[in-house]
C-alpha cells in the first residue's frame, strides 16, 4: 500500500506552488506518517515475547456491524485503524454478539518458518476462520465450529486448537468468532512443548474433578440401592447431570459422547444447565421433606423445575439457540439463589442436616455464578473463575454427603428409638410382653441347650386395685413406677426384667435354682414391704406375691412362665405377701 502511494506521487504531475518548491515531498512525508500510524499501532511482537497465557493485551479487536468482511477487508480495516486493543487479557462480548475479528500481530526473527499453535479454550464457538495473513496475501485458513459436524472439533479440555506455519519476518493473524453463545475468547499462541504441558495441566485437574465426582456418584447409587431412601436416587441424578454438562461446556462431550452432532452440540450446554438444576431442585424437594414441611413452597419448587424443563424443550424445538443459551443462564442463576433460599428456610425449621444443606447450597452457588458471570458478564475471565463451578460441586459434593450421612445416622437412631419405645412399657420402662419374651426366648434356648438352670419369677401387687381406688391411678401409677425400679435394681446384669400386665412382673433368672430364686424373692419381697407411698400426712406400705419354677421337664418357655403363675396364684390364695415356689427337682430335658 506504501509502495503505491510512493510511486504515484513519484510519478504525479502535481506542480509545486510558486515560492513552495518543496511542497510534494512534504506532502508526501504527511501522507507516510498517516499511513504508517495504524501499522505502528499494530506493531508486531516477537514470537519469543509472547507469554504462555491468554493473549488479549496483544491483540486488536474489530466488531462486524452491517455485513460479514472478508479477509482482505478485514485487513484494510486493520490498516485504517478500524481495530481496537482489547484492555483484558480475555476478550468477552456476552450472548448474542456481533462476530469479532481478532488480530495478532508476531514476528518470526528466525531465518526458517517456525511451528505454533494457536488456541481459543472456548470449546462452544459456533464459526471460527483464521487467516495468516504474510506480506499482503493470506497464506493459511483454517476453519472451525460446531456449527458444522465437517469442520474441526474443539479437543478434550482444550478448545479449539490450530497449527500453524509462521514465514520468517511478520505475519498477522485474523481469526473471525460468529456464535450465539457467551463470546469469550482465551486465545494463546503456544509452541508444542507449551501446549503439552497445559493439557497435561487439564488432564490431571480433569481427572480429578472427574475421579472424585463419579465416585461420588458410585457411592449413593450403591446406597440408594441398598436402602432404597429416594434422596440417594436423586442425589445421584443431580451429580451425574452436573458431571454431563461439565463435559459438554469444556468439550469433552462432542469428542466423547456425541462426535459429529453439531446439533446436539449446540443446545447441549443450556439443555443440561436446566436439567442439572431441575435435578438439584428435585433433590432438594425430597431432602428437605417440603411436602410435609412447607407444601406451598414445595410446589413452588416443582413448578420451577417443570417449567425450567419445558421452556428449554421449547426454544430447542424452534431452534431459537440464542434465546436458549440465555434463558439457560438465568434459569441457573436463580437455581443458585433457590437452594441457598430453601437451606435458609430449612435451618430455621430446624431440619435434620439443614446446616450441611445450606453451606452446600452456598458452595455450589459461588462456584456456579463465579463461572456463569466470568462467561456470560459481571466478572473478569480466569481459569478459576472458569473451572469454579466444577470445584463448587466438588465442595458440595463433600458437604451434600455429609448431609445424607448425617440425616441417616439421625433417621437410624429415630428408628431405633422408635423400635426401643416399642418394646419398653412407657409407664415403668420396663420390657413389655413382647420384648421380654424375645430376651427371655434366647436365654431359655441356651440354658435348655447346654443343660443349665433357669428359673422364673412372678410378682404381683398385692391390693393394686384397692390402691387405685381409694389414692387414685396417679399414686398407682407411681405404686408401679417404684416397685419397677426396685427389681431393676436388685437383679443382675443378665437378669431379664419385665411388666407382664397390669400389677404383675415377670423375671427370668438364667444359672439360677428354684432355691437360690426363692432367696431373691424373699429380699424383693421384704424391699417391697418397706416402701411408703401416698401422701406424708397419709403414707400406706406395699406387699407383693411371688410365684417360682424351676426348669426341668418344661418343654417350652411358656410352660415354665405357666408353672410360676400357678405359684402365684397359690401364693395370693394362701393369704398373700409370700413367696410359693415348685417342689425342687434335678433339671432335665
Known sequence: MLVNLFTS?????????????????????????????????????????????????WIDVLSETDRPLTPY??????????????????????????????????????????????????SWLDDIDLYVVHDGKVITHRLAGDANAAQQHPLSGLGYVFDLALPPGRSDILIRVATPDPMLLPVRLLDAAQLGKLQSQYDFGYGLLYGFLLALIAYNALLFVGLRERSYLDYTLYLSSFVVTNLAYTGHGYVWLWPQQATLQQYAIPLMMVVFGSFGLRFADRFLNLHRHEPKLHRLVSHLA?????????????????DAILFAFVFIL???????????????????????????????????????????????YSAFAFHAAGWGMVAEGVLLALALAYRMRQDQHARLHAEQLARIDPLTG??????????????WSTARRSQRPL????????????????????????????????LAGVCRDGDIVGRWGGEEF??????????????????????????????????????????????????????????ADEWLYRAKQNGRNRVAVSPLAPATT
Not at 462480548?93 to 531465518?111: Q, S, Y
Not at 420396663?430 to 436365654?443: D, S
Not at 422364673?456 to 396417679?474: E, L, P, Q, R, Y
Open 9 to 57: 506521487m513519484r510519478h504525479s504531475h502535481v506542480s509545486p506552488l510558486p515560492g513552495l518548491p518543496g511542497l510534494p515531498w512534504l506532502l508526501c512525508i504527511v501522507l507516510f506518517w498517516l499511513a504508517a500510524m495504524p501499522l505502528a499501532h499494530a506493531q508486531a511482537t516477537a514470537l519469543e515475547a509472547l507469554p504462555a497465557e491468554p493473549l488479549g493485551r
Open 334 to 380: 436463580l437455581f443458585s439463589i433457590t437452594m441457598v433460599w430453601l437451606g435458609i428456610v430449612a435451618l430455621r425449621r430446624g431440619e435434620v442436616a439443614a446446616r450441611y444443606f445450606l453451606a452446600a447450597a452456598l458452595a455450589s452457588m459461588a462456584g456456579t455464578a463465579t463461572t456463569a458471570l466470568a462467561v456470560w458478564f459481571g466478572l473478569p
Open 455 to 486: 428359673a422364673a419369677v412372678m410378682v404381683d401387687i398385692d391390693f393394686f386395685k384397692t390402691i387405685n381406688d381409694s389414692h387414685g391411678h396417679a399414686v398407682g401409677d407411681q405404686v408401679l413406677q417404684s416397685v419397677s425400679r426396685l
Open 506 to 563: 415377670i423375671i427370668v433368672l438364667p444359672e439360677t435354682s428354684a432355691e437360690q430364686a426363692t432367696q431373691l424373692a424373699e429380699r424383693l419381697r421384704g424391699k417391697i414391704a418397706e416402701l411408703k407411698m401416698g401422701a406424708p400426712r397419709n403414707p400406706f406400705s406395699l406387699s407383693a406375691s411371688f410365684g417360682i419354677a424351676e426348669r426341668n421337664l418344661h418343654k417350652t418357655l411358656d410352660e415354665l412362665i405357666h408353672e
Open 73 to 122: 477487508e478485514a485487513f484494510e480495516q486493520l490498516q485504517g485503524g478500524a481495530f481496537r486493543r482489547s484492555d483484558t487479557a480475555v476478550p468477552k462480548f456476552g450472548i448474542g454478539a456481533h462476530p469479532v475479528w481478532l488480530h495478532l500481530a508476531v514476528d518470526n526473527g528466525w531465518r526458517r518458518a517456525v511451528e505454533r499453535l494457536v488456541q481459543i479454550e472456548t
Open 430 to 443: 420396663l420390657l413389655n410382653r413382647r420384648a421380654f419374651r424375645e430376651h427371655a426366648g434366647a436365654v
Open 306 to 322: 417443570r417449567a425450567g424443563l419445558v421452556l428449554i424443550l421449547l426454544t430447542i424445538l424452534l431452534f431459537r439457540q440464542q
